[in-house]
């Protein structure tokens, strides 16, 4: 499968990147690869440029100062759960990490290129032969959604797996332009519009993302449940971060909605309470509701909601029982 | 528009007229005949491509050509070293951990770059890090028994 013709740039820094970014606002950034190629294989994203961000020097490491971990965009997701300061003090990036895709996946694909990857539909990640037999959709430039055929907008579902690790850790990003550099939370980052899922103006980089050092003192996990858990997109995502001391809680999923939920709804509920199953089964119900999960996979909404309670449960015990020993 | 690019493949220099959108799996076996490193699915799903880049394993079908400059790639072909088989090349073949072997030059690259960041993995892990890579024949656990054997040789340098 030949991937498209684009224009090529491999800056060497920083500066140089966004100034390419500036004069080809249309361009895309390559990172690991792993989700952008196969989209330009697959002829659902064909830009004219692409700008290899790899060969920046500065940007690949965990470190930790001023209060927080910083982690550089173009960390491989190797890397973060091999790191142990990940692995012991924030396991539920650790686990999200290491659930990406195949070993493979995880050797090539990067932090920031894994929180920024594309929406994903059965209608919309297939073979240009395969999409032939149906009008374009929205997400692939044209102007229906296979999906919901009532609506005008895009309803591709978010399934990366950092993302919600990354949403109960609270963590912040940094992005930058030719222009400036700003730090928002990273629930700010999703739009939640399925078309264009982040809120990234054209020519900004994700350089860096950053989670506060109080982060560290909770117990946390992330599951992923799949067909084939090693190679899979999850059906469903869960992500769990406690203050046991507290009595705070924060719960997300991924591939439920448009973009990774947070279940604030449900982590109002459960703060300040003792956790049992009960509760967490009546959280999982109020987290279902605020989730809209629509049929852009094999698996039904009336399963995804479900498989979120079984899994919200499986999430806690798992991490309890870690930090219990 | 075209480029000459020098990529370092199992130790050689090779000087080659590449296009930007051509895919390092492109190269290899296009322009340099290199047919051991397998296109299977081409996007990514079935390690069939795999190459060790720097030492890590990487899916050649998804990674572009221009994107290897300066890096050290080892395909299947540089593996035996004049031409004694690499341990676990020997290993596959003992065990019997191939059938039709077209997942094989993807496999043995994988199970490298796993033995050589740790020395004695657990069948989990082999297991976990290895399920990228798929076999259409379904003879996973002579593969298995062949990487593992490999694992309890003490003492051997990969």
Redesign the interface.
């Known amino acids: 499968m030949r991937l498209p013709k684009f224009e090529y740039f491999a800056p060497k820094d920083l500066k140089e990147a966004v100034s390419i970014l500036r004069n080809e606002p249309s361009a895309k950034i390559l990172a690991g690869g792993t989700d952008l190629l196969v989209n330009m294989k697959h002829k659902v994203e064909c830009p004219p440029a692409i700008v290899n961000i790899k060969g920046i020097n500065d940007l690949d490491y965990i470190k930790q100062d001023n209060g927080a971990v910083r982690i550089g965009a173009l960390t491989t997701l190797k890397h973060i759960y091999m790191t142990s300061l990940i692995s012991e003090k924030l396991p539920a990036l650790a686990e999200a990490a290491s659930a990406v895709g195949s070993y493979h996946h995880q050797t090539m694909g990067t932090l920031a290129g894994n929180i920024c990857q594309q929406n994903r539909c059965k209608f919309f990640n297939q073979s240009l032969w395969w999409r032939s037999s149906r009008p374009t959709c929205f997400k692939a430039g044209g102007q229906i959604c296979h999906v919901v055929n009532k609506k005008e907008i895009c309803y591709s579902s978010y399934c990366g797996d950092v993302g919600p690790a990354l949403l109960v850790l609270n963590a912040k990003i940094v992005v930058t332009s030719s222009r400036d550099s700003r730090e928002i939370l990273l629930e700010d980052l999703f739009s939640g519009d399925g078309k264009a899922p982040l809120n990234l103006n054209p020519g900004e980089i994700l350089v860096e993302i950053i989670i506060p050092l109080e982060e560290m003192d909770g117990v946390s996990g992330y599951t992923k449940f799949a067909n084939r858990e090693n190679i899979d997109f999850p059906i469903v995502g869960t992500a769990f971060w406690a203050s046991m001391e507290n009595k705070e809680y924060r719960v997300a999923f991924t591939a439920v909605d448009r973009k990774p939920l947070r279940a604030h709804q449900a982590e109002a509920f459960l703060n300040g309470k003792n956790l049992n199953e009960e509760i967490l089964e009546e959280a999982a119900e109020l987290a279902a509701k605020d989730a809209k999960p629509v049929k852009t996979s094999v698996y039904s909404t009336t399963y995804k909601r479900r498989l979120m309670g079984l899994l919200l449960k499986s999430t806690v015990s798992e991490a309890m029982r870690r930090a219990k020993s | 528009m075209k480029q000459a690019i020098e990529l370092n493949i199992n130790g050689d220099t090779h000087e080659i007229l590449v296009?930007?959108?051509?895919?390092l799996l492109e190269v290899l076996r296009d322009k340099l005949g290199l047919m051991g490193t397998k296109r299977g699915c081409?996007?990514?799903?079935c390690?069939a491509c795999?190459v060790l880049i720097n030492g890590?394993?990487?899916?050649s079908c998804?990674?572009?050509a221009?994107?290897a400059i300066g890096k050290e790639i080892l395909t299947i072909e540089g593996l035996a070293e004049g031409g004694d088989l690499h341990p676990l090349q020997r290993s596959f073949v003992e065990n019997g951990g191939l059938q039709c072997g077209f997942c094989t030059p993807g496999m043995i690259l994988?199970a490298k770059?796993?033995l050589d960041e740790e020395k004695h993995p657990t069948e989990e892990v082999i297991k976990?890090?290895?399920?990228?890579?798929l076999c259409r024949c379904t003879g996973y656990k002579k593969i298995f028994e062949a990487v593992m054997s490999v694992t309890e040789q003490s003492g051997k340098e990969f």
Do not use: Q
């Open positions: 296009s930007p959108n051509n895919t081409d996007l990514g799903a390690g795999t890590d394993a990487y899916l998804i990674m572009l221009v994107d994988t770059a796993i976990r890090k290895m399920a990228g890579n």
